[in-house]
Each structure stands twice: as structure tokens, then as C-alpha cells.
Nanobody
Framework: QVQLAESGGGLVQAGGSLRLSCAASGYIMDYYAIGWFRQAPGKEREGVSC????????YYVDSVKGRFTISRDTAKNTVYLQMNSPKPEDTAVYYC????????????????????WGKGALVTVSS
């Protein structure tokens, strides 16, 4: 059973930076796309970014392009989300997820297609 564990959440000022980490319990990066969803209070879960298993291609929702960067360290079985210049509207619980059947832009719109989820990390961006 694969387990995903997020870390790095917390309080950050708008315009600052924060890095989230998602550590996988097993080596799944060759087979699973891994990415990030977020959910703000009263809103639906939204795909933020993902990285493909095959070639490491990255995908982002329009609202974070140019500000967030997803990357992976295969030796550490860890995926990162570097959040630069966050905005108050980025405040949410961020979830790491992995899917064998969905990748790329499809991953971002298919939370129902995820095989594994982390428990989430709260990110609060103050103005």
C-alpha cells in the first residue's frame, strides 16, 4: 500500500515563498503521475499541478503558472511544490495525490481518478 505524506505547510506572507513536500512510501514515480490538489473552505477540490511518470513533464492550473513549480527527486521518492509569490487566494489545504491512469492536464481535472491521497497540509497566505 502506497502512502503519501505532505509536509511544509504553514503561514506565509503574500509575496513570500513556501515549499511543500510529498514523500511516497514506495517507489512509484516510474508508474504514477503525482501532483497537488487544493481545497479552500467552501470550495471544491482543485487540481494545481502534476508531474508525469514517463518523462517528468509538468502541468499547472492557469492561476499558478509562473508562480508555482513542481519537481521531483526520484532518489528520495519525493515531489515538491515550490510556491513563490503566493496570494491570499492560494490559502487552502494542499493534498498530494498519485494516479496510474491519469496524467497531464487530465490529472488536474480528475480528482476521482486518483489512486492515493495524502492527508493534506494547510497553507495560509496572509495579506
Amino acid at each position: 500500500q502506497v502512502q503519501l505524506a505532505e509536509s511544509g505547510g504553514g503561514l506565509v506572507q503574500a509575496g513570500g515563498s513556501l515549499r511543500l513536500s510529498c514523500a511516497a512510501s514506495g517507489y512509484i514515480m516510474d508508474y504514477y503521475a503525482i501532483g497537488w490538489f487544493r481545497q479552500a473552505p467552501g470550495k471544491e477540490r482543485e487540481g494545481v499541478s502534476c508531474i508525469s511518470s514517463s518523462d517528468g513533464s509538468t502541468y499547472y492550473v492557469d492561476s499558478v503558472k509562473g508562480r508555482f513549480t513542481i519537481s521531483r527527486d526520484t532518489a528520495k521518492n519525493t515531489v515538491y511544490l515550490q510556491m513563490n509569490s503566493p496570494k491570499p487566494e492560494d490559502t487552502a489545504v494542499y493534498y498530494c495525490a498519485a494516479s496510474r491512469g491519469y496524467s497531464g492536464s487530465t490529472f488536474l481535472v480528475a480528482p476521482y481518478g486518483m489512486d492515493y491521497w495524502g492527508k493534506g497540509a494547510l497553507v495560509t497566505v496572509s495579506s
